[in-house]
Each structure stands twice: as C-alpha cells, then as structure tokens.
T-cell receptor, first 114, second 112 residues
C-alpha cells in the first residue's frame, strides 16, 4: 500500500539555524503534499502544502520543495525560533474525484535551543 | 471557525468492552479519517470514509470498525477493546480535492 517515510525522527538546532526535514512517498500517483505542525498537547495544524504541478513553495520562513521523479519532498525552516519547536508531519495523498486518502509520515521532533 | 469535535478527551475502558469514539464536523466535508497516534509511529490511518456509508481500510484496521450514517458524523468502534489499543485517537476531515485536513482535539484511550 501507500507509504510515506520521514527523516530524521528527531532534530536539534540552535536558534537562528536552518532545519530540513525530508520525506519520500511510494505512490507515484500522489499529487498533494501537506506539512503539519503539532505542538505539545495540541492537534496537528497545516503549515504549508504543495501540489504536484509545483516544484517549490515558500511562505515567510518556511518552504517546501518537491521532486516528483525521485518521489521525495522536503520542508525547510530558516532562522529557526524557539516557538518552532514541535513535531512536524509530512503527508501525501492522491485526490481523484471524491477520493482523497491522506497518509502521514512518522513525524520529526524539532527542538530549537535558544 | 471550522470545527472537528471528538466526543471525549479522555476515556478509560476495560479489556473486552465495546468502545465507541465519536467525531462530528461542521464543515460539510466529504472525507473523514480516523488516525491512531503513538510515539515514534506518527499518525497511522485506521479507516477512511469518502462519503456517507462509504469506507475504506487504512493501514491498521484490525480490531476496529467504523460507521458513517450521516455526513457530519464518523464513529470508530473497538469491537472488543484490548490493552494494545491504548493510544491517542485523532479524527480529521477535509474536502475531496486535496485540501487542508482539520483535526479534532484527540481522544486518549486507556484500556485496562
């Protein structure tokens, strides 16, 4: 079945450094790739997403890149701040008609140290 | 303000009990999901529904069933609860066109 692998499982950076999280997916028909942030004790929330017809998308300090040939996509956070500390999940889905099954990676725990 | 609401935040049940977890969304979303969240394993899909009365198994459906009689409500049923089903359960919903999924607050289930 569909599978999404995410690395690293934990990431520790100093405030101001950049952080990169990488994911690979197995279903070549996947066409939607969101990233979610889950703060401690809270529900996951969407921070950025990208569709298969776009190679890169940026929103202030966060950016996502997609390589469809290699079936991998990455989250880049620049100028990290302590409030970026959270668990980040990548996901992939293939939406077609009424079908949109969202499969998540195992998550990356990011710690940003002041 | 969009809302996905799960019926319980914390639940303690005994081994062998039949357990119902309820999820309601007010956004008229076609898709609804049940995930299980365990440390180091991320969000694993249990079941997925793309329309009323329509369902599809996810990665870990064993020991679970679901019901979707109305568009806004998606129920997860543990037919006979076991201790290895102790976990955080998250419900989510979205539209079919590849859009943001909104999550409920989660139900932490403990089976003793």
């Amino acid at each position: 079945g569909e599978n999404v692998e995410q690395h690293p499982s934990t990431l520790s950076v100093q405030e101001g450094d950049s952080a990169v999280i990488k994911c690979t997916y197995s279903d070549s028909a996947s066409n939607y790739f969101p990233w979610y942030k889950q703060e401690l004790g809270k529900r996951p929330q969407l921070i950025i997403d990208i569709r298969s017809n776009v190679g890169e998308k940026k929103d202030q300090r966060i950016a996502v890149t997609l390589n469809k040939t290699a079936k991998h996509f990455s989250l880049h956070i620049t100028e990290t701040q302590p409030e970026d500390s959270a668990v980040y999940f990548c996901a992939a889905s293939r939406f077609s008609g009424g079908y949109n099954k969202l499969i998540f990676g195992a998550g990356t725990r990011l710690a940003v140290h002041p | 303000d969009v809302k996905v609401t799960q019926s319980s935040r914390y639940l303690v049940k005994r081994t062998g009990e039949k357990v119902f977890l309820e999820c309601v969304q007010d956004m008229d979303h076609e898709n609804m999901f049940w995930y299980r969240q365990d440390p180091g394993l991320g969000l694993r899909l249990i079941y997925f529904s793309y329309d009323v009365k329509m369902k599809e198994k996810g990665d870990i459906p064993e020991g679970y069933s679901v019901s979707r009689e109305k568009k806004e409500r998606f129920s997860l049923i543990l037919e006979s609860a076991s201790t290895n089903q102790t976990s955080m359960y998250l419900c989510a919903s979205n539209l079919p066109r590849g859009t943001e999924a909104f999550f409920g607050q989660g139900t932490r289930l403990t089976v003793v």
